[in-house]
């Protein structure tokens, strides 16, 4: 144990078989974290901006790795830390990598305890925008859809049981720790989950590529007051069933003989066109 400074106390890792660095080890085996998360109730926060975004969001810290350039930047962090408790190890960049088993592009991770959901009903009460992730299975392009219900003032999001964690690891780089600040559940079961979200008073949308889909344009000229937008899964788009369930289907009108745009490209732009009248 060493001390970085007054009344901060950090520990340098001395042994990769240490127990106490054990929600860090092998993190690039996703089988293995989707075994152990549900138990242990941790998700890994990466990079300093990340890490503080979590802590805002009021998630706790189960400890703290980090290069030791980084003790500087994070002082604060570790200074709260050491006042709870909660150990702080330090280690050369290579020795962490070894660890973790990933090149570590931020030089700091967080372990951090995994926070209760809430229920679809109370996370929906208030919402006028409202996102469901259907089936949505690549942790980039759930990152890049978060960040963008972040920028373009989505109230909640909705994952399927088949979708990405918003939690893992990239999914949350990418997002730039935005995903922090956008309330989201689970919703289950899916697609009858369209049914429970009209109920509520919802106008359920899925982008879509049908002949009788409307257009993007028309929509947006009068958005619905109360709107879930559903974004299908790669490659397939959304389901059938989730598209006869759904109170309309709407395209994005395209040119220069391109038939669809990614996912996350897609969601941002139908978000913004459909954005609250308030909002614009």
Same mark, same amino acid.
């Given at each position: 144990?060493?001390? +970085?400074?007054? &009344?901060? =106390?950090? @520990?340098?890792i001395?042994?990769?078989?240490?127990?106490?660095?054990?929600?860090?080890?092998?993190?690039?085996? !996703?089988?293995?974290?989707?075994?152990?998360?549900? @138990?242990?109730?941790?998700? #890994?926060?990466?990079?300093?901006?990340?890490?503080?975004? *979590?802590?805002?969001? /009021?998630?706790?810290?189960?400890? %703290?790795?980090?290069?030791?350039?980084?003790?500087?930047?994070? *002082?604060?962090? =570790?200074?709260?830390?050491?006042?709870?408790?909660i150990?702080?190890?330090?280690?050369?960049?290579?020795?962490?990598?070894?660890?973790?088993?990933?090149?570590?592009?931020?030089?700091?991770?967080?372990?951090?305890?995994?926070?209760?959901?809430?229920?679809?009903?109370?996370? !929906?009460?208030?919402?006028?925008? =409202?996102?469901?992730?259907?089936? #949505?299975?690549?942790?980039? &392009? =759930?990152?890049? #859809?978060?960040?963008?219900?972040?920028?373009?003032?989505?109230?909640?999001?909705?994952?399927?049981?088949?979708?990405?964690?918003?939690?893992?690891?990239?999914? #949350?780089?990418?997002?730039?720790?935005?995903?922090?600040?956008?309330?989201?559940?689970?919703?289950d079961?899916?697609?009858?989950?369209?049914?429970?979200?009209?109920?509520? +008073?919802?106008?359920?949308?899925?982008?879509?590529? $049908?002949? @009788?889909?409307a257009?993007?344009?028309?929509?947006a000229?009068?958005?619905?007051?109360?709107?879930?937008?559903?974004?299908?899964?790669?490659?397939?788009? %959304?389901?059938?069933?989730?598209?006869?369930y759904?109170d309309? $289907?709407?395209?994005?009108?395209?040119?220069? /003989?391109?038939?669809?745009? &990614?996912?996350?490209?897609?969601?941002?732009?139908?978000?913004?066109?459909?954005?609250?009248?308030?909002?614009?």
């Amino acid at each position: 144990m060493q001390r +970085g400074g007054r &009344n901060v =106390v950090i @520990e340098e890792i001395r042994a990769l078989d240490d127990p106490r660095l054990s929600d860090y080890v092998a993190l690039t085996d !996703v089988a293995l974290r989707r075994r152990i998360e549900p @138990e242990r109730g941790l998700y #890994i926060a990466e990079s300093a901006k990340v890490i503080r975004r *979590a802590l805002a969001a /009021g998630h706790r810290p189960r400890s %703290l790795l980090m290069a030791r350039r980084w003790l500087a930047d994070l *002082a604060d962090v =570790v200074a709260e830390a050491n006042a709870q408790g909660i150990p702080v190890f330090v280690g050369e960049h290579a020795v962490i990598e070894e660890l973790t088993g990933f090149h570590l592009h931020r030089g700091a991770l967080a372990a951090m305890q995994r926070p209760s959901l809430p229920g679809v009903e109370e996370l !929906v009460r208030h919402a006028r925008r =409202v996102v469901v992730l259907e089936d #949505i299975v690549d942790h980039t &392009n =759930v990152g890049a #859809i978060l960040r963008s219900c972040a920028a373009l003032g989505v109230d909640a999001v909705l994952v399927t049981p088949r979708s990405a964690d918003p939690l893992y690891r990239r999914a #949350i780089r990418v997002s730039m720790g935005t995903v922090f600040q956008v309330p989201w559940t689970r919703i289950d079961p899916w697609p009858g989950g369209v049914r429970r979200l009209q109920e509520l +008073g919802f106008t359920v949308a899925g982008l879509g590529l $049908t002949p @009788e889909a409307a257009s993007l344009d028309e929509v947006a000229g009068m958005p619905p007051t109360r709107l879930a937008l559903v974004l299908g899964t790669e490659g397939d788009g %959304l389901s059938r069933r989730t598209m006869a369930y759904a109170d309309l $289907t709407i395209r994005i009108p395209m040119s220069g /003989g391109v038939d669809s745009l &990614n996912v996350a490209a897609a969601g941002a732009v139908a978000l913004w066109a459909l954005r609250p009248a308030g909002t614009r």
